[in-house]
């Protein structure tokens, strides 16, 4: 059974919008959460971060957001650019292991 | 560039050959992480070590494959009697102690005929 769903396999955004990413988990035990992104051929790139002790992080375009009672997160970018076209991965830590979603397969249209 | 490395980058065998993959960690991380990934899948975990302790294996990681990390740098995984359902990117990371935020290198593509 999944631990951690991205239940959207594809979202497309126009450039200069708000392209919102989310995921949702069911192990109240994860106390970190992260997003990566990935584009062909490469591995995953590290984005965000946050604890479950917080509620949101930002960093530059990109803040995170944390719904520990509804076992939610979110991914906020903006504005969005073309380069953020990727795959982009939710993944929650216990014990030091990271699991991950399937992903959500970003366009960013012109 | 001191980011995580991994050779080869591709690898085509044959159904029973025995292939081995390694990976070079950043410097100072002295955690190291190997993972599968299939096509529309996210990465899964399949063992860690700690310096050159393997500290935790999944129930993915079949007798077949076996992993190292003798000086506590850089890491191997062999795959002894290749299968078909074997063919998948096989990721390595690396990170500090303490630290979540894992560092992946670009990957090694093996696929199995």
């Known amino acids: 059974d999944q631990q951690v769903k991205q239940n959207s396999p594809s979202l497309s955004v126009q450039e200069g919008r708000i392209s919102i990413l989310n995921c949702d988990y069911t192990n109240s035990m994860f106390d970190y959460f992260l997003w990566y992104k990935k584009y062909p051929a490469e591995g995953p790139t590290f984005l965000i971060s946050?604890?479950?002790?917080?509620d949101k992080n930002e960093d530059g375009r990109f803040t995170v957001f944390l719904n520990k009672s509804a076992k939610h997160l979110s991914l906020h970018i903006v504005p969005s650019q073309p380069g953020d076209s990727a795959v982009y991965f939710c993944?929650?830590?216990?014990?030091?292991?990271?699991?991950f979603g399937k992903g959500t397969r970003l366009h960013i249209l012109p | 560039d001191t980011g995580v490395s991994q050779d080869p980058r591709h690898k085509i065998t044959k159904r029973g050959q025995n292939v081995t993959f390694r990976c070079d960690p950043i410097s100072e991380h002295n955690r190291l992480y190997w993972y599968r990934q299939t096509l529309g899948q996210g990465p899964e975990f399949l063992t860690y070590?700690?310096?050159?302790?393997?500290?935790?294996k999944s129930r993915l990681l079949s007798d077949r494959f076996s992993a190292e990390r003798p000086k506590g740098s850089f890491s191997t995984l062999e795959i002894q009697r290749t299968e078909q359902g074997d063919s998948a990117m096989y990721l390595c990371?690396?990170?500090?102690?303490?630290?979540?935020?894992?560092?992946f290198g670009p990957g090694t593509r093996l696929t199995v005929l």
């Open positions: 946050i604890s479950s002790i917080k």
């Open positions: 993944a929650a830590s216990e014990n030091d292991k990271i699991i």
């Open positions: 990371a690396s990170s500090r102690d303490f630290y979540n935020e894992q560092f």
């Open positions: 070590f700690q310096n050159e302790a393997q500290l935790e």
